[in-house]
């Protein structure tokens, strides 16, 4: 990550998987669990967790609904 920093200066943009995916590590680098939902002005969507039992929906115009418990 401070390699992408120096290429790209103190505000670095990250793709939205990639941006979601950052966040359990971290929580759990911290000895946390939980996860993250989220959309792009797009409407794509990311779901990543570290937490067992994570529950998480989407569902929108043009999108098959989904709904999950891991």
Known sequence: MAELRQLHGPRLLLPLWLSSDRLPVEVA???????????????AVTMAFNSPGM????????????????
């Open 29 to 43: 680098r911290q000895r946390g669990d939980g996860g993250v939902i989220a959309f792009d002005r797009s409407g």
């Open 55 to 70: 529950k998480r929906a989407v569902a929108g115009a043009g999108r098959q609904p989904f709904a999950g418990i891991r």
